[in-house]
């Protein structure tokens, strides 16, 4: 089945720095790649997503590439704030019988220094 | 803007009792998720639902759970004899179409 790979598991920026976040899946049959954010107590939240006939989308501060080939998305987090702090999910979409079940990475626990 | 909802946000329940996790979907969508969050991990699925009927569950998902639509607005989760290792953040999502899932903000499910 689908595998996603999501690194580095902590990471910490000063403010106003970017952060780059990366994912790897395994089936490439996957063809929509959303990016979650999930701060305390909460459920995660939709940032951005990508489909795979786009190798960019951007944002404002935010934006995912995507490379088909190798099978690798990244988020970018340019200008980086102190409520950015969270942890973020990567997710591919596997398309099974229509209902697109969605496999999510480990999280990454992003921290903005101020 | 619409959102899911889940109740209660807190469950505590003692070892081998049932529980049942509610969840109110967006009011326009079709799909409908459960996932859980053990503490620190990553979001694991659980089951998938498409017009009345399961349309895809994970091993995790075994007979000690079920899922139900019992009317045009509410989404269960039910688990009949809770062990310890069902403790975790339990998320209900929907979604209409191939879009992105929005998720409640969780059902915290403490097995003591």
């Known amino acids: 089945g689908e595998n996603v790979e999501q690194h580095p598991s902590t990471l910490s920026v000063q403010e106003g720095d970017s952060a780059v976040i990366k994912c790897t899946y395994s089936d490439s049959a996957s063809n929509y790649f959303p990016w979650y954010k999930q701060e305390l107590g909460k459920g995660p939240q939709l940032i951005i997503d990508i489909r795979s006939n786009v190798g960019e989308k951007k944002d404002q501060r935010i934006a995912v590439t995507l490379n088909k080939t190798a099978k690798h998305f990244s988020l970018h987090i340019t200008e980086t704030q102190p409520e950015d702090s969270a942890v973020y999910f990567c997710?591919?979409?596997?398309?099974?019988?229509?209902?697109?079940?969605?496999?999510f990475g480990t999280g990454t626990r992003l921290k903005v220094l101020a | 803007e619409p959102e899911v909802t889940q109740t209660p946000s807190h469950q505590v329940t003692q070892m081998g009792q049932e529980v049942i996790l509610r969840c109110v979907p967006i009011s326009n969508h079709l799909y409908f998720y459960w996932y859980r969050q053990i503490l620190g991990q990553k979001v694991e699925f659980l089951v998938s639902?498409?017009?009345?009927?399961?349309?895809?569950k994970s091993e995790i998902f075994d007979d000690q759970f079920s899922v139900e639509r019992p009317d045009g607005s509410n989404f269960t989760l039910k688990i009949r004899s809770t062990k310890l290792e069902d403790s975790a953040m339990y998320f209900c999502a929907s979604r209409d179409g191939p879009g992105p899932l929005h998720f409640g903000n969780g059902t915290r499910l403490t097995v003591t």
């Open positions: 997710a591919a979409s596997l398309a099974t019988s229509g209902t697109y079940k969605y496999i």
């Open positions: 639902f498409y017009n009345n009927e399961i349309s895809e």
